[in-house]
């Protein structure tokens, strides 16, 4: 090829799609090939001991210098320390290539901004920062080591059988080296058109990837493998963005495998997480499937999950459990206004559905409002799915309709009537509050809310109503199906709970009372149309509620 025609060609790989790129690849191999820059030319060694940082560093600036262009990693393992792309850089991994971060954290530049804590520093295996047009690409990997920054913590003995639905896996490990470790592996600050595809991401330190205050953001088919004892190896920590597309992604790790934050390590505005599509993924994880939270300092708003898998291995230890399926949080005096999930498959997660409200931080403008969840299919739970606020924060306008929710935790009679803690400041998880009161939905403190077309089945004798609403103004049940409770359960349980309408179901075969209506602030609950068994109560009143 002649120089001119290579140069023409290389220069229209910036931008370019992750199947344009991988078609144009051969075009760049050659060492020494025109304005591509083949980390070979500036003296990069692939024998995985010789750190490389300077040089893969030469090579990404005078490709910024010349204006942009892409950055050749061949096949061969480079140890490499912090690197920084730049405006118009293309970084390509290349099948084969393992770009390997260095186990000592003196090779990583600190990056002002993050304040130095537990889960995000300022050092960074791959970092962009107000740059345009920045791109990671190619079927190549980029492997943290995050093995050297961690080892067992002596104070975390093995959890008792009775205490190991709430433990997990992390917990086990400690940071090592004052706890500093390049974490996330890979972050990009406000940055705009950014794209990172193809590539896998492995054995990150902390938190792997996380885009926070960008600008129209493209991930797609992106890989993430990280140990289940990894503490804080989120998988994608998607923060304060606008206009971001994630899809066909792979992850399994030890902490949140897809969060969405609304914070600003790097100013005092916090910027809405806004305009976010998520969808075709699977994703396995010792923590939270998909979570909105934690942080929750400001606003989300028109957030979509759509599409995916999230499992846990049936051979899999308790504590590598995935905790949460679907978490929507708002703790942190921020807001949600409009999220949409539908289509999800759950295997063995914990809890399925876990809408929370909290007051960790005061807000004077904190709601969650607008959510649908629908077409969830789970199996292999343990741990009720709740929709919960505490008093003065209450989500609002939530929908679950047309979903199909399987239960083997084996409640007990006696949780019907524990005391529930309210948590208010707490860190939110689907088992803070402890075992609930209900097998198939707890909803307290909660306005607006609607359950339609939901069946709610214990594979195993539960004891408890499929129901349990507290606090809970204009609620309708419609078309709900579920196992009868064991014992002399109701199979709804209605605590202080007005504006009520019960329609549509038929009631299962065992079940002694359909509704049970407590507490004298319960008022306009209507039963209409449903279809009970012979010698079966409609409705009981107790503790100071009285038939309308």
Request: net charge negative.
């Amino acid at each position: 090829m002649l120089r001119r025609d290579f140069l023409s060609a290389s220069s229209l790989l910036v931008g370019m799609s992750s199947a344009s790129v991988a078609a144009a690849a051969p075009m760049i191999k050659a060492k020494g090939a025109g304005t591509a820059k083949n980390i070979l030319d500036y003296n990069a060694i692939p024998d995985g001991k010789t750190l490389n940082t300077k040089a893969i560093q030469r090579a990404i600036d005078d490709a910024f210098q010349a204006g942009g262009g892409l950055v050749y990693a061949p096949p061969g393992t480079f140890l490499t320390g912090g690197l920084e792309l730049k405006s118009r850089v293309t970084l390509y991994v290349d099948a084969g290539c393992v770009l390997l971060g260095s186990p000592n954290i003196a090779d990583y530049a600190y990056h002002p901004g993050p304040p130095m804590l537990g889960d995000a520093q300022g050092h960074h295996l791959i970092f962009a920062q107000n740059a345009d047009d920045v791109s990671v690409c190619g079927p190549g990997v980029i492997d943290g080591q995050g093995e050297a920054y961690w080892e067992p913590n002596p104070d975390r003995p093995p959890a008792k059988p009775e205490d190991e639905w709430h433990d997990v896996a992390s917990g086990h490990f400690q940071a090592i080296h004052n706890n500093s470790r390049p974490s996330p592996m890979v972050e990009f600050a406000q940055c705009r058109n950014l794209r990172i595809s193809d590539v896998t991401l492995r054995n990150s330190s902390g938190w792997t990837l996380r885009p926070v205050n960008c600008e129209s953001v493209f991930i797609d088919g992106v890989r993430i493998r990280n140990p289940f004892w990894g503490r804080n190896t989120d998988g994608m920590d998607i923060t304060s963005c606008r206009n971001v597309f994630v899809s066909n992604c792979d992850i399994v790790g030890g902490d949140d495998a897809i969060c969405l934050k609304s914070e600003n390590p790097y100013g005092a505005e916090v910027l809405p997480t806004k305009n976010i599509t998520i969808t075709n993924c699977v994703v396995s994880c010792a923590s939270n499937g998909f979570k909105m939270g934690t942080a929750t300092q400001g606003a989300f708003e028109n957030i979509v999950f759509s599409n995916s898998v999230i499992y846990s291995d049936n051979g899999s230890p308790m504590m590598n459990r995935v905790i949460g399926g679907i978490n929507v949080e708002a703790v942190d005096g921020g807001s949600v206004d409009g999220v949409v999930v539908s289509n999800i498959r759950m295997q063995n997660v914990r809890a399925p559905i876990f809408v929370r409200m909290g007051s960790r931080t005061k807000g004077e403008n904190s709601f969650l409002r607008n959510v649908l969840i629908e077409g969830v299919d789970a199996t292999g739970s343990i741990v009720t799915s709740s929709i919960t606020g505490v008093p003065g924060l209450r989500p609002s306008d939530v929908t679950i309709s047309n979903c199909r929710l399987r239960t083997v935790e084996q409640g007990q009679a006696d949780w019907v009537h524990r005391t529930i803690p309210e948590d208010a400041d707490g860190y939110p998880e689907s088992w803070n509050m402890g075992r609930l009161p209900a097998y198939g939905f707890y909803v307290r403190h909660a306005d607006h809310v609607r359950l339609r077309n939901v069946e709610c089945i214990a594979d195993k004798p539960d004891a408890r109503p499929a129901i349990v609403c507290d606090d809970v103004e204009d609620i309708v049940l419609a078309g709900l199906e579920f196992t009868a409770p064991t014992g002399a359960a109701p199979l709804f349980d209605l605590r202080n709970t007005r504006r009520a309408f019960l329609t549509g179901m038929r009631s299962p075969a065992g079940n002694t009372v359909f509704a049970q209506i407590s507490g004298a602030a319960s008022k306009g609950i209507v039963l209409s149309g449903n279809s009970l068994e012979p010698h079966q109560q409609a409705a009981t009143y107790i503790d100071g509620a009285t038939e309308p």
